[in-house]
């Protein structure tokens, strides 16, 4: 198990670390007007210092995904347990992500002070127009990539592997993974309309009728790409409901749906709605707001030489309206001196302490172990912390001692090699709630009056007799 979960830590590392590479291989390939961000054309390109100075790039850059390369093995040392190997993984991605960004600051920042000493940067000039330069600066931007379908094209993929391993053979869920490739077809049909419709007039003035035409293909197909996306995970969220649904209904013949499940269900169906609804409207409110601003005739300034705000490896340009904008690299990247640039940085601090905490959080699931303490009225057990029942005297209604476990198939909740923690399907039993140590002698199933039933066990042999020994006899108690 332990070879397993490294080997899959590997993978995911080796696959970001091809990701980075990539890029910064591209950033000075030679079909290109930019050389690590900064405009080097035809003969400065063969300039010895220019030269020089890639060759201690790729060295450089050669050297550290070596480096990368070796750490990742580090994955066999974190063993079985999660915690240790989330908290590595985002500890390798921590150190990937700062090293590349030093990496490209430094060398981004020598061209540079290269081009400046040569002589080599255009006029730095400013210039009005009455249109919205940013949209017209940006014309290789519209419509939005096609990369953005490459998001709800996995969570495609995973609702087939999702179906595949946890679905049970239900053919009608099988219905959903098939409807989400619909759902991509679809829309990718719907993006390339968007894409190459034809255009239509909005003004007399052939320079402003192109930008709102533009704008609104962007617009637009970014809104069929988040409208894909919602429809999509609902989709999954849909079949994941209706499959402990099905669960339920098989083992209790009913279906216990409390007010907080239902609840949970609405409120889901209601953002997804409400996304909905904000994204054709924010794609309509787009072009009106483009439209008026051009008729009011803004005036914007900026610089034409703009290697200045990709000194250091992103785009800083204040002057600039746009929050994503055409990378020197490849695709798209986030203009960082805007709002949603400064979103985006803090979004990207917050998943590192996510990914941190969550791996703290698992620690009591990879170290815990699961207990029992007896009380008044009944018993109490605890596993990894985080997962209690209680089980009153007055609720149990039968109680079964077994010397070995019945076979777990996990409904929800955690799942370890030493622990089974949460809603589980008991084979030959039927769902209920398990805090069981797998390695234990003996498992005690219990069944209560209201028919949900709870299985647990302890590493201890003679805790687990005892206990089943006061339960056995609080049920004798009960039937006189």
Request: proline residues 2%; neutral net charge.
């Amino acid at each position: 198990m332990g070879m397993v979960l490294a080997i899959s830590y590997i993978a995911v590392a080796l696959t970001i670390e091809m990701a980075f590479l990539l890029e910064a291989l591209l950033i000075i390939r030679k079909k290109s007007d930019y050389l690590l961000y900064m405009t080097i054309r035809g003969e400065q390109r063969n300039d010895p210092e220019v030269v020089r100075l890639v060759k201690q790039y790729k060295a450089e850059l050669w050297k550290f995904a070596i480096g990368l390369f070796g750490l990742s093995f580090g994955f066999f040392l974190c063993g079985e347990y999660m915690s240790f190997g989330i908290l590595y993984l985002t500890a390798w991605c921590t150190a990937a992500i700062l090293g590349e960004y030093k990496l490209i600051k430094k060398y981004a920042g020598r061209m540079y002070e290269l081009k400046k000493e040569k002589g080599w940067c255009q006029p730095v000039k400013q210039t009005n127009c009455n249109v919205d330069t940013a949209v017209s600066r940006r014309k290789k931007t519209f419509p939005v990539s096609e990369l953005w379908m490459f998001l709800p094209f996995w969570i495609c993929v995973c609702s087939f592997f999702w179906y595949f391993l946890c679905g049970n053979g239900d053919t009608i869920l099988l219905l959903f993974p098939v409807s989400n490739v619909v759902v991509v077809l679809l829309f990718f049909y719907l993006f390339h309309l968007a894409a190459h419709r034809k255009l239509k007039v909005y003004s007399e003035d052939s320079e402003i009728n192109y930008i709102l035409n533009k704008t609104a293909g962007r617009a637009w197909t970014a809104c069929i790409v988040i409208e894909e996306i919602l429809l999509c995970l609902y989709q999954f969220y849909l079949m994941v409901w209706l499959h402990s649904y099905m669960k339920e209904i098989r083992t209790n013949g009913a279906f216990s749906g409390s007010l907080e499940r239902w609840g949970i269900f609405a409120g889901v169906s209601v953002l997804v709605t409400g996304l909905s609804v904000w994204a054709l409207l924010a794609a309509a409110a787009r072009v009106k707001k483009v439209k008026r601003e051009l008729n009011a005739g803004r005036e914007e300034f900026w610089k034409e030489d703009e290697d200045a705000c990709w000194k250091n490896g992103y785009y800083y340009n204040p002057q600039d309206t746009n929050t994503f904008v055409e990378n020197r690299c490849y695709g798209i990247t986030t203009n960082m001196a805007t709002v949603w640039g400064k979103v985006t940085k803090w979004l990207l601090l917050g998943t590192l302490f996510v990914c941190i905490g969550l791996g703290i959080a698992m620690l009591p699931l990879d170290f815990g172990t699961v207990t029992i303490a007896q009380k008044e009225d009944g018993i109490e057990v605890r596993g990894g912390w985080y997962y209690k029942e209680t089980l009153a005297f007055e609720e149990i209604q039968e109680v079964t001692l077994l010397k070995e476990s019945p076979e777990l198939s996990r409904v929800f909740g955690s799942g370890m090699k030493h622990m089974a923690l949460g809603e589980y399907h008991l084979k030959g039993y039927g769902s209920g709630r398990s805090i069981v140590y797998r390695e234990a002698e003996y498992f005690i199933l219990v069944e209560k009056t209201n028919g949900k039933r709870v299985i647990f066990s302890t590493e201890d042999a003679e805790e687990m007799l005892l206990c089943y020994e006061t339960l056995k006899e609080r049920e004798r108690t009960s039937e006189k």
